[in-house]
């Protein structure tokens, strides 16, 4: 059983027959290196990889965050082209809370909108509300990021509000951050109906 006690140390994979998410890890370097300067992933991202050094440290930061016990990244594998294809990330874990964020996605354009992100999503809230029994999942995003609001409505989660000047941006932008949510008592419908294809 995976709990607050070995959670951050246990090599959690996530799959089904479309994604398979792994611990980021050191090694991955290599295969992100492929992917990860595409200019539009990073259009209206908190980040912005331009060259090795950068993927470099997205990786060491996001290893420092699971060591201090506060994220949990993953690489996402794409098993229909048998490739790389980005990564995702739990982030801000309350075990006490019992909530936590999903976030962090970025996914390289040759594997948007190909339903790889639908079955990663699936992957990750079924992880948090069956496994960790979390009361609440959230999401947030640029509030000019209209893709990225579409697809969280889509699967299911619920606009919360605007948090006004929430975040500064790699660029210097000052960002306005919308949220959303799922709940746990929410979870059951939302994946027999919007997920149905991986129950």
């Given amino acids: 059983m995976i709990d607050e006690k070995n959670?951050?140390?246990?090599e959690i994979i996530?799959?089904?027959?479309?994604?398979?998410?792994?611990?980021?890890?050191?090694?991955d370097l290599s295969e992100l290196d492929k992917i990860?300067?595409?200019?539009?992933?990073?259009?209206?991202?908190?980040?912005?990889?331009?060259?090795?050094?950068?993927?470099?440290?997205y990786i060491d930061v996001a290893l420092k965050e699971r060591a201090a016990k506060t994220a949990y990244p993953f690489l996402i594998f794409d098993k229909q082209t048998n490739s790389v294809a980005g990564?995702?990330?739990?982030?801000?874990?309350s075990f006490s809370h019992k909530r936590l964020e999903i976030g962090w996605t970025?996914?390289?354009?040759?594997?948007?909108?190909?339903?790889?992100?639908k079955?990663?999503?699936?992957?990750?809230?079924?992880?948090?509300?069956?496994?960790?029994?979390?009361?609440?999942?959230?999401?947030?995003?640029?509030?000019?990021?209209?893709?990225s609001q579409k697809a969280m409505r889509k699967i299911?989660?619920?606009?919360?509000?605007?948090?006004?000047?929430?975040s500064v941006t790699s660029s210097g932008r000052i960002r306005d951050s919308i949220f959303f949510s799922i709940i746990n008592d929410?979870?059951?419908?939302?994946?027999d109906s919007i997920f149905k294809e991986f129950v």
Wanted: aromatic share 12%; net charge neutral; hydrophobic share 35%.
């Fill in 156 to 166: 299911g989660a619920t606009e919360e509000g605007i948090f006004r000047r929430h």
């Fill in 87 to 93: 990564s995702t990330r739990y982030g801000n874990i």
């Fill in 186 to 191: 929410e979870w059951q419908d939302i994946k």
């Fill in 106 to 117: 970025w996914i390289h354009p040759r594997h948007q909108g190909t339903g790889l992100n």
């Fill in 14 to 27: 996530l799959e089904n027959e479309r994604a398979k998410l792994t611990p980021l890890k050191t090694g």
């Fill in 7 to 10: 959670f951050f140390e246990s």
């Fill in 36 to 57: 990860a300067y595409e200019p539009s992933i990073w259009q209206l991202g908190m980040s912005n990889l331009k060259a090795q050094d950068d993927l470099k440290e």
């Fill in 119 to 147: 079955a990663c999503k699936f992957l990750l809230l079924q992880f948090a509300f069956e496994q960790l029994h979390f009361n609440r999942v959230e999401l947030k995003t640029d509030v000019l990021n209209q893709q």
